[in-house]
């Protein structure tokens, strides 16, 4: 069972950690990032899907449902997997709808869940809601990197507020609202080393927009594509072992999908 502060995962100088994102039902990169898991994983080491697993984005098909089968397996069977909440699944959550080119996501994916379990997928729908409310929102690690699934917020002002970002629910929450879906438009340079500040951390990881692999937003942040990207699909193999003073540091750690 996950042991987990609320709503942030903590963890320790040792090992190393696989950051991926915004795998967007993208079944054939998903599995190519499970074979890399699977060798790498032991003991000491960790992986962190940074949400935004379900929803394909584009016109390949939309293998949403295996994916997340897959993923709420490995999160109930392995204490060394972490799974983070996207916007995607927020959406689910909080029935918000979202769009993409027009296309109502959350229909798509219900209409996929009625492809898959056919008079089953209402019960199918509310498992996965219930599996999406025991994700966390954030991960901190030990030498001082915070990595969310977007963002920063600028409305959180200490770690706490990270702990119990979804005691106020899921919808109208402005806290929860801008770590799930801000981009680099909608905060300043200055207000993403506020929040590094408040976290007590050097430097942000987030997926969330589409990049060509990553990029280094100023000095602090970095946007890593793993799947749904702008050309390039990259990943981090992060070492919670070494000093992380700048996002220069965590380049050096970036891995690409082959
Ligand atoms: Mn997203």
């Known amino acids: 069972m996950h042991d987990y502060r609320g709503k942030l995962?903590?963890?320790?100088?040792?090992?190393?950690?696989?950051?991926?994102?915004?795998?967007?039902?993208?079944?054939?990169?998903?599995?190519?990032?499970?074979?890399?898991?699977?060798?790498?994983?032991?003991?000491?080491?960790?992986?962190?899907?940074?949400?935004?697993?379900?929803?394909?984005?584009?016109?390949?098909?939309?293998?949403?449902?295996?994916?997340?089968?897959?993923?709420?397996?490995?999160?109930?069977?392995?204490?060394?997997?972490?799974?983070?909440?996207?916007?995607?699944?927020?959406?689910?959550?909080?029935?918000?709808?979202i769009y993409k080119s027009g296309v109502n996501q959350n229909l798509n994916f219900e209409n996929l869940l009625y492809e898959h379990f056919g008079d089953k997928c209402k019960g199918k729908l509310e498992e996965y809601m219930k599996f999406f409310k025991k994700l966390p929102i954030a991960v901190k690690t030990d030498n001082k990197v915070f990595i969310s699934h977007a963002g920063p917020s600028r409305d959180i002002n200490s770690l706490d507020e990270i702990i119990n970002i979804t005691a106020d629910g899921y919808l109208g929450n402005a806290k929860l609202f801008q770590i799930l879906w801000n981009r680099s438009s909608d905060y300043t340079q200055k207000d993403l080393e506020s929040f590094l500040k408040v976290v007590g951390c050097k430097v942000l990881i987030v997926g969330h927009t589409p990049v060509d692999g990553v990029k280094l937003v100023g000095e602090n942040q970095l946007i890593v594509s793993s799947s749904y990207s702008k050309g390039k699909k990259a990943y981090v193999e992060l070492d919670l072992e070494k000093e992380i003073k700048k996002g220069k540091d965590v380049i050096k750690m970036v891995k690409y999908l082959s």
């Not at 449902?65 to 993923?71: G, H, I, K, R």
């Not at 997997?81 to 909080?94: K, M, P, Q, R």
Request: aromatic residues 8%; charged residues 30%; hydrophobic residues 35%.
């Open 9 to 97: 995962v903590e963890l320790p100088k040792k090992g190393k950690l696989l950051v991926i994102t915004d795998i967007h039902g993208n079944l054939k990169d998903y599995e190519k990032f499970m074979d890399i898991w699977d060798k790498f994983s032991n003991n000491d080491n960790h992986l962190v899907l940074t949400g935004d697993f379900i929803h394909a984005m584009g016109k390949e098909k939309d293998r949403s449902v295996e994916v997340l089968e897959s993923v709420k397996s490995r999160w109930e069977k392995s204490d060394n997997f972490h799974v983070l909440l996207g916007n995607h699944e927020w959406a689910t959550v909080s029935q918000t709808c």
